[in-house]
């Protein structure tokens, strides 16, 4: 069946600029992550969703990232006037309420 | 609050040697654990899981015991092989205080050389 997809797979943005990544998860899944994954470095938790609750916020490293969900299913991570140290791959997960995390590809960004 | 820590990498092991990954957490409540797996160039996906005390998790020839009283999941396998050069992660989940919210180590690369 379809798994968690991710858009683009791949964006370079110029510094300053603002991006958006897209993040589908699996159909019927309550809860949604966004970590983040620099070269060589292990996840860093940016925000949970978990159905109509509000979202967990707390790893979001500056008020330059956002993110929402709309419907309960589709997110958007916005990463307003970009920098160099936002370079790193973006990882969607979703999860029915079992645990078990499943992840999508991620979404390479290089910020130059 | 909950953490998860993991061995130190790198680790470079040659083809058919036993591998053990530790790993230990920190929980107020009842967890559920878990190893997930990187191979290079794709995303992460789970290896295999535990959801109670004793609980052994086990696949691709992998396995991991849910030890509560050392608050242990080290994972292990008895002969690898060079596709299992890849970046494992443990973690956690504990509903009681965190709903579904996974907290991972900062993971373990590892190489298995020919």
């Known amino acids: 069946g379809a798994g968690v997809s991710q858009s683009p797979s791949n964006k370079v943005t110029e510094k300053g600029k603002d991006v958006e990544l897209r993040c589908d998860p699996i159909?019927?899944?309550?809860?949604l992550y966004w970590y983040r994954q620099s070269l060589g470095q292990g996840l860093e938790f940016l925000i949970y969703?978990?159905?109509?609750?509000?979202?967990?916020k707390s790893g979001l490293p500056s008020d330059r990232f956002s993110a929402e969900r709309t419907g309960g299913s589709v997110s958007t991570l916005t990463i307003q006037r970009t920098q160099q140290e936002d370079s790193a791959v973006y990882l969607c997960?979703?999860?029915?309420?079992?645990?078990?995390?499943?992840f999508g590809p991620g979404t390479r960004l290089t910020v130059l | 609050g909950d953490s998860v820590t993991q061995m130190e990498g790198p680790v470079t092991l040659s083809e058919e040697a036993f591998l053990t990954i530790n790993c230990t957490y920190t929980?107020?409540?009842?967890?559920?654990l878990f190893w997930y797996v990187q191979y290079p160039g794709e995303g992460l996906q789970l290896l295999l899981k535990?959801?109670?005390?004793?609980d052994k998790g086990s696949n691709k020839g992998f396995e991991a015991t849910y030890r509560k009283e050392t608050t242990s999941f080290h994972l292990e396998k008895g002969s690898v092989q060079v596709s299992d050069s890849a970046v494992y992660f443990c973690?956690?989940?504990?509903?009681?205080?965190?709903?579904?919210?996974?907290?991972f180590g900062p993971g373990t690369s590892l190489s298995v050389i020919p």
């Open positions: 997960a979703s999860t029915p309420m079992a645990d078990t995390q499943y």
């Open positions: 159909s019927g899944h309550t809860a």
């Open positions: 969703f978990q159905g109509n609750s509000a979202p967990d």
């Open positions: 929980a107020t409540g009842y967890p559920s």
């Open positions: 535990a959801t109670k005390a004793d």
């Open positions: 973690a956690l989940s504990d509903r009681q205080t965190s709903y579904d919210k996974v907290i």
